[in-house]
Nanobody, 124 residues
Framework: QVQLVESGGGLVQAGSSLRLSCAASGRTFSMYRMGWFRQAPGKEREFVSA????????YYADYVKGRFTISRDNAENTVYLQMNSLKPEDTAVYYC?????????????????WGQGTHVTVSS
């Protein structure tokens, strides 16, 4: 099992930036893919971005492509989500997830470890 702790959320104005962090521990990650999902009030959890730990290959949802960047720090076992040009519709709880890199990265079912989430609120 992988333990994940997110941080970096907050309240910002539209057009601002935030960087979310996800510190991972408990297992070696060479076979893992790390993902970010979000869930807005009254909506289902949706895929945001993912990165395969060993190769660095990244994936993005269309609604964040060009604004968000996912990256990893192998030495710190940490995954980051740099969020630029934030919009009110980006308001959600953001979750970090980890799973073996064998299933499509956009599916929540591809991940078996989840963090507690960090709140991001973007005001207009």
């Amino acid at each position: 099992q992988v333990q994940l702790v997110e941080s970096g959320g907050g309240l910002v104005q539209a057009g601002s930036s935030l960087r979310l962090s996800c510190a991972a521990s408990g297992r070696t990650f060479s076979m893992y893919r790390m993902g970010w999902f979000r869930q807005a009030p009254g909506k289902e959890r949706e895929f945001v971005s993912a990165i395969t730990w060993s190769t660095g290959i990244t994936y993005y949802a269309d609604y964040v492509k060009g604004r968000f960047t996912i990256s990893r720090d192998n030495a710190e076992n940490t995954v980051y989500l740099q969020m630029n040009s934030l919009k009110p519709e980006d308001t959600a709880v953001y979750y970090c997830a980890a799973g073996l890199a064998v299933l499509p990265p956009t599916r929540a079912s591809a991940y078996d470890s989840w963090g507690q989430g960090t709140h991001v609120t973007v005001s207009s």
